[in-house]
């Protein structure tokens, strides 16, 4: 399944680095927020009030001119950006929530996108008296965090390419009982970047689609094209066994898409808010598709996939555990708690160090533990990157 | 199998012998329910013909609540499936009417008989009953002598991208939808119906829904899924009377002119997973704002969307996968079908999950140029697919209106 959500927040990256810049200690929840409006039209800009207890501020941007608009909050200097929406269609309100520390600011708006705006207006933050970390290591914080999970892709999918040759060469091979026991532990190395390799539209049907995603006449290539015929036995039937032509063109092709992942991700940066996305993302994909036996529908293999997934959001989680402990350490000690139960959960399946439990073999009730525990943490971790880009 | 001689539900009265005069506005039947002037045309008091050049539940102003059911014809003869739709049609314009489905009622005919009505919408009124009849491909196999009727518009829908259809919710010979405001009026008529088909059609599968999920008149609010966003702002009006003719009614001069063709999805939303996506997110998904309905592009509601409009980094506005673009006629060579879906709830799941969705339904002239389409560009890209899942689908033939003298579908037996 195509989950685009870390292509979706490039946008958002920017904004998130420099909207950092303001960020209390405090559950943002805990304060009241103040609400304010911006008229932006052609020619102005014009905000409710122009100044605003340090804290929460909404600034509900309506979009009163016939392009575009972005709004701006900048720091003293006039030119630093503290918070920004951007994309505003004519017509459109739109709100831009920060955390806002006591000093001087400026608010502008940019209709049409370029230049330097219009109505660019001091805008005064005063002190409620609200709590204010420090903020100073954040950006390093930030860039360690980009560095380490960028090595993690990397590392990842240098692992998922040696191991689909030795898969590739056993299932063509004809080798079928080692091809079966690569499957699962191969595709670990796929599933714990599983959003990183689907940001790649024209990759993620080629090498990851179900036969149920396909379309009449639509070729079928990728894992779970080999998957149905290392394990036919639920296959449909008058299912015949691929010839070896067909074998070889499955296997030199899901090696070769495998090469162009690896040349794809060497270049990869990553935002705050995509390592934060990236993370939901991952558990989403639990939740839709492995949780439900719906993934590995030859191999029941689901739960490796499980336990990847979930590896691959708790590297992201650990990435900016810290950065998310000064802005709400509350959440993270609920996004804690939660991680753990689900990895005890997965641990009470894992036979030996590497292998688990098929889907066909748990219990109604340990695939709805399973459900629920996905849930006690989907809902805090979809909290996360509000939080950390406010 | 029937029993003709059984008091109550004899059609003969209507579309057989002695013919047309009776029914009209409901005048000559037993005034057993509220019956309210035809003239009505909201609210509880609502009163639409079942008799007309189409039948009603199409253009009709899409009605709060649902219960769809497709049923499979049993081993019967030709001539008894045609009674069976004689059977059906009087009961169903004595039901839209505002009267019980036979002719004594729940409360009267003969003390030694169940009732011929199941009396639960007693002293209620009609509440702007529809009841349409459609006609599924697998009618017209060898069974019935109807091969040669098959339309070539009727066809077996193709699998599209990502189906998940689930066999006990797809298909069947003959379906019945039944809109009201008020959900046990629409239970009752599909309960009736039910019973009056017991031996010579059975359920396969039905479906309760609440909550339009498009408005088919200007007059209408455009009401919201369970997505929480507007649903059916685009959707056509019956006030747009050429392109309904158009897009809508089947055209030609056969048994189906005048009718339409009906496809249902069963479309589940993973809501839990959607719950927990970001208002942008959201809204890249559906290229709307969430709060007024408004496309991404700018404007109001009712503002036409502008796919061409970028923002930062020149990406349009309106996301290349978002389902606004993807389901407008502009990016399917022109291609529309009125909307008339309703939101569902059927409990939860094993996993505790909300089984929640909207049960799909449009009608259209030709679905081989209109909903196959239009679902093919849907399934290959749209964004939404991350949070949908097709579990059901049907397709019918609509036939066109019963009059006082012919039954629906009477064109099938000429």
């Known amino acids: ?47 409710s009030s122009d100044e605003a207890p340090s804290g929460n501020v909404v600034f ?53 996108m370029i230049g330097a705006g219009v109505d660019k207006t001091a805008f005064t933050v005063t002190d409620s008296g609200v709590d204010f970390a420090t903020d100073e290591d954040l950006a390093a914080q930030i860039d360690a965090a980009n560095a380490n999970y960028k090595s993690y892709v990397k590392d990842q999918v240098e692992n998922l390419v040696v191991g689909t040759e030795d898969f590739a060469a056993a299932y063509k091979a004809g080798d079928d009982d080692t091809a079966r026991e690569l499957y699962a532990p191969t595709r670990v190395y796929w599933e714990r970047i599983e959003t990183v390799a689907e940001s790649f539209g024209d990759l993620d049907p080629s090498m990851d689609l179900r036969e149920a995603d396909l379309e009449e006449g639509q070729d079928w290539t990728g894992w779970h094209a080999i998957e149905k015929d290392l394990w036919p036995q639920d296959a449909e039937a008058g ?95 609920q996004l804690d708690t939660e991680f753990d139960e689900l990895q005890n959960l997965l641990d009470a399946q894992r036979i030996g160090e590497t292998d688990f439990t098929l889907y066909t073999e748990l219990t109604d009730d340990e695939i709805r533990a399973f459900s629920d525990q996905v849930n006690a943490l989907g809902e805090p971790l979809s909290k996360l990157t509000g939080v950390l880009v406010l | 199998m029937v029993d003709d001689a059984k008091p109550g539900l004899s059609r003969r009265g209507l579309f057989g012998l002695t013919g047309a005069a009776v029914v009209g506005a409901g005048v000559g039947f037993g005034v057993d329910r509220v019956l309210t002037p035809e003239a009505s045309s909201s609210g509880a008091a609502a009163v639409y013909p079942f008799f007309g050049e189409h039948q009603a539940g199409i253009v009709t102003p899409a009605q709060d609540r ?30 839209t009417a505002g009267q019980s489905a036979g002719e004594f009622g729940p409360a009267d005919g003969p003390y030694d008989s169940p009732p011929d009505d199941t009396g639960e919408a007693l002293d209620l009124p009609p509440a702007g009953l529809t009841i349409t009849f459609g006609f599924g491909p697998s009618l017209f196999d060898d069974r019935f002598g109807l091969s040669s009727k098959r339309p070539a518009a009727l066809i077996d829908l193709p699998h599209f991208p990502g189906d998940a259809l689930v066999d006990a919710l797809v298909g069947g010979d003959l379906c019945i939808q039944a809109c009201s405001d008020d959900p046990q009026i629409a239970v009752h008529a599909i309960r009736n119906l039910s019973r009056i088909a017991f031996g010579r059609a059975k359920l396969r599968w039905s479906q309760l829904g609440f909550g339009r999920t498009s408005s088919t008149t200007r007059a209408q ?63 890249r998904v559906i290229g709307r704002n969430k709060g007024e309905g408004a496309p991404l592009s700018g404007g109001t509601e009712f503002t036409e969307p502008d796919f061409s409009i970028t923002g930062r980094g020149d990406a349009p506005l309106i996301d290349e996968e978002s389902h606004v673009r993807l389901a407008h006629p502009t990016t399917n060579a022109g291609a529309t079908m009125l909307r008339r879906g309703y939101n569902f709830v059927d409990g939860n799941d094993d996993l505790g999950r909300l089984n929640a ?58």
């Open chain 2, 66 to 95: 649902l219960h769809f059911a497709s049923f499979d014809v049993s081993d019967i003869s030709r001539d008894e499936l045609k009674e069976l739709l004689e059977d059906w049609s009087y009961a169903a314009s004595r039901m």
């Open chain 2, 221 to 283: 609010v455009t009401p919201r899924n369970l997505f929480g966003f507007k649903d059916g702002t685009a959707n056509m009006r019956a006030e747009d009377t050429a392109l309904v003719n158009k897009e809508v009614w089947a055209g030609g001069s056969d048994w189906m002119a005048g009718g339409s063709y009906l496809v249902s999805r069963k479309i589940r939303m993973t809501i839990e997973t959607w719950d927990r996506t970001s208002l942008r997110e959201q809204e």
């Open chain 1, 239 to 333: 299912f015949e066994a691929y010839t070896q032509d067909k074998r070889d063109a499955l296997a030199d092709r899901l090696v070769s898409d495998t090469d162009t992942l690896y040349a794809n991700v060497q270049d990869l940066e990553f935002t705050l808010d995509q390592q934060a996305n990236g993370a939901i993302g991952l558990l989403d994909e639990v939740a839709t598709g492995k949780v439900t036996g719906e993934e590995e529908f030859w191999s029941h293999t689901d739960l490796y996939d499980f336990q990847a997934n979930i590896d691959g959001a708790k590297v992201l989680y650990a990435g900016i555990r810290d950065i998310l402990i000064e802005k709400d350490a509350e959440l993270a000690e």
């Open chain 1, 60 to 112: 509900t941007v309506s979009n009163s001119g016939d392009q575009v608009t972005e709004f701006y909050l900048l720091a003293d200097d006039g030119l630093r950006i503290v918070g920004e929406v951007e994309n505003i269609g004519p017509g459109i309100d739109r709100n831009l929530v920060i955390q806002a520390r006591p000093g001087n600011y400026f608010t502008v708006c940019k209709p049409g």
């Open chain 1, 1 to 47: 399944m195509t989950q685009r959500r870390l292509v979706a927040g490039l946008s958002l990256g920017a904004v998130a680095m420099l909207a950092l810049a303001g960020c209390v200690a405090n559950n943002p929840t805990d304060s009241d927020s103040t609400a304010l409006t911006v008229d932006s039209s052609a020619t102005s800009c014009t905000v």
């Open chain 2, 357 to 414: 969705g909207l049960f799909f339904i449009c009608f259209q002239s030709d679905p081989r140029e209109q909903f196959v389409p239009i679902q093919l560009s849907l399934a290959r890209n749209d964004a939404m697919n991350e949070y949908v899942r097709h579990v059901g689908s049907g397709i019918f033939a609509v036939p066109p209106g019963a009059t006082e003298n012919r039954a629906i579908g009477a064109g099938l037996f000429d």
